[in-house]
C-alpha cells in the first residue's frame, strides 16, 4: 500500500517568491518533504526576480522584510535594495535545501481536484501533468504588469516597456522619455534616469501623499552589532512593527490624526517645491489612507529639474512619436515607460483551478488534524478550528 502518512503528503506549491519559500522552509522544518514548487521562470525571486527596475527596492524596513526565524542582520540599508533581497531569498532556498524541490521553468496551466481519488491533478502549459495531495498558490499580486487600455499604444513607432520589464538594453542616455503613471515604482527609477535623458514628461493620473523615506546606510559597527547580540535585531524588528501599527489609527477615520499626517506630508512637499502651479498639481484630491501613502526622498527634488516635467492631463492616445493629451498637446516621445501597476486582484490568473470548493490555503485541505494543527501552528496560529 502507498504511505499515506502526513509526512508523505505530496505538496504542490506554485511560486518561489517570499510565500512560497516561507512554507517550503516550514515543511522542511516540520519533516515533510515530499513537496515540489513550480516556477515559471528560470530563476526564483517572484517580484524581487521580476522588478530590476533602476532604484528598485522595498517600502518596508529591511529588517522587518525578512522570516522572522531567519533574521538577516547585515542589511547595507534601512530600506533594502532589489539586489539584496533578492540574494537574501536565494541564500534562504540553499540554507534550507529547497533547489532540488523547484521545477524551474515549469508553469502550471491549469489545476483540477479529482473528488474520486482525492487529489490534484495539474497541467503545465508544456503539456506535463503532477499529481499532489495538497495545492498551495503562492504566485502573489505583483506578478502580472498591467498595461491599461491606450488608444494608439500600438502604433507609437518608438521604445515602450512596462516598468517590470526593465529594457536594459535600452541606453535612455539623451533621450526623450514619457513616463506614464507616478506611483511606487515610477517614484523609485524617476530620479535614477532623469539624469541622464534628454527630457522626462511624468503623466501623472491623481497625485499621492508622500512622505520623506528616511533611509540611509548602516555602519559596520551597527552591522556587527546586530550579529553579535540578536535581541537587538529582534527588538529592532519589533520596534518597526510597533511605529507601522501607530498609524492603524490613521486609517479607521480619525480625523485628527489623518489630518496631521496630511500637514506634515503637505509641508515636506512646499518645503522641497517651490512653484505654486506645482504645488498645487501635487496635492491630492482624497483623505490620507485613502490609498497607498507613498515614501522617497528624491522623487519631489527631481520634479524641480529644468529637464523634468509633471503633465497633469490625461492622455488622449499615442501618436507615432508623441503622447497626445486630451487637451490637444503632443508630448514629443523616443520611449514610453508605462509605471501602471500590476492586475493585483486576479490572483490565480491565468490559471483554470477546478474543484467542487475553490480553496486557497492549504488548512482546509489537510485531512490529518495532526498535520493540519502544525501547519497551523508555523502560521503563529494556535490552532485549526474543526
Keep these: 500500500m502507498p504511505d499515506t502518512s502526513p509526512a508523505r503528503r505530496r505538496v504542490a506549491i506554485i511560486g518561489s517568491g517570499f510565500s512560497g519559500l516561507c512554507l517550503a522552509i516550514q515543511l522542511k522544518r516540520s519533516g515533510i518533504d515530499s513537496f515540489t514548487i513550480f516556477e515559471k521562470s528560470e530563476h526564483l525571486g517572484g517580484t524581487w526576480r521580476d522588478n530590476t527596475y533602476p532604484g528598485a527596492c522595498c517600502d518596508v524596513p529591511a529588517f522587518a522584510y525578512c522570516f522572522s526565524f531567519e533574521q538577516k542582520t547585515d542589511w547595507t540599508r534601512k530600506w533594502a535594495p532589489q539586489s539584496e533581497i533578492l540574494a537574501y531569498m536565494e541564500y534562504c532556498a540553499r540554507k534550507y535545501d529547497l533547489m532540488p524541490h523547484i521545477r524551474f521553468g515549469t508553469e502550471i496551466a491549469a489545476a483540477r481536484w479529482d473528488d474520486e481519488q482525492a487529489v490534484w491533478r495539474l497541467s503545465t502549459t508544456a503539456g506535463e501533468t503532477a499529481v499532489a495531495d495538497l495545492l498551495v498558490s503562492g504566485v502573489g499580486q505583483l506578478n502580472r504588469p498591467f498595461t491599461p487600455d491606450l488608444p494608439g499604444l500600438d502604433r507609437f513607432k518608438g521604445a515602450w516597456f512596462h516598468s ?118 501635487l496635492i491630492p484630491d482624497y483623505p490620507v489612507g485613502g490609498k497607498r501613502i507613498l515614501i522617497s526622498d528624491d522623487y519631489y527634488q527631481t520634479l524641480n529639474r529644468g529637464n523634468v516635467e509633471l503633465v497633469t492631463d490625461e492622455i488622449d492616445h499615442f501618436a507615432e512619436h508623441a503622447v497626445v493629451t486630451r487637451d490637444g498637446r503632443e508630448l514629443a516621445a523616443e520611449v514610453v515607460i508605462l509605471a501602471t501597476g500590476f492586475e493585483s486582484t486576479a490572483f490565480l490568473a491565468p490559471m483554470a483551478i477546478l474543484a467542487v470548493v475553490l480553496v486557497f490555503t492549504v488548512f482546509l485541505l489537510v485531512e490529518e488534524a495532526d498535520l493540519r494543527n502544525r501547519l497551523f501552528r508555523l502560521a503563529g496560529l494556535n490552532r485549526c478550528p474543526g
Design 164 to 281: 517590470a520589464r526593465w529594457r536594459h538594453d535600452l541606453d535612455l542616455t539623451g533621450k526623450t522619455v514619457a513616463v506614464v503613471g507616478n506611483a511606487a515604482s515610477a517614484i523609485q527609477f524617476v530620479p535614477q534616469i532623469a539624469s541622464t535623458v534628454a527630457k522626462l514628461y511624468i503623466v501623472q493620473r491623481s497625485a499621492n501623499w508622500m512622505l520623506p523615506r528616511g533611509d540611509r546606510s548602516y555602519g559596520e559597527s551597527e552591522k556587527r552589532r546586530f550579529k553579535r547580540h540578536p535581541v537587538l535585531a529582534r527588538l529592532y524588528r519589533w520596534w518597526i512593527w510597533a511605529h507601522h501599527e501607530m498609524n492603524w489609527p490613521i486609517f479607521v477615520r480619525n480625523q485628527f490624526l489623518a489630518s496631521r499626517l496630511a500637514a506634515i506630508a503637505e509641508n515636506s512637499m512646499r518645503e522641497i517645491v517651490r512653484d505654486p502651479k506645482l504645488q498645487k498639481a
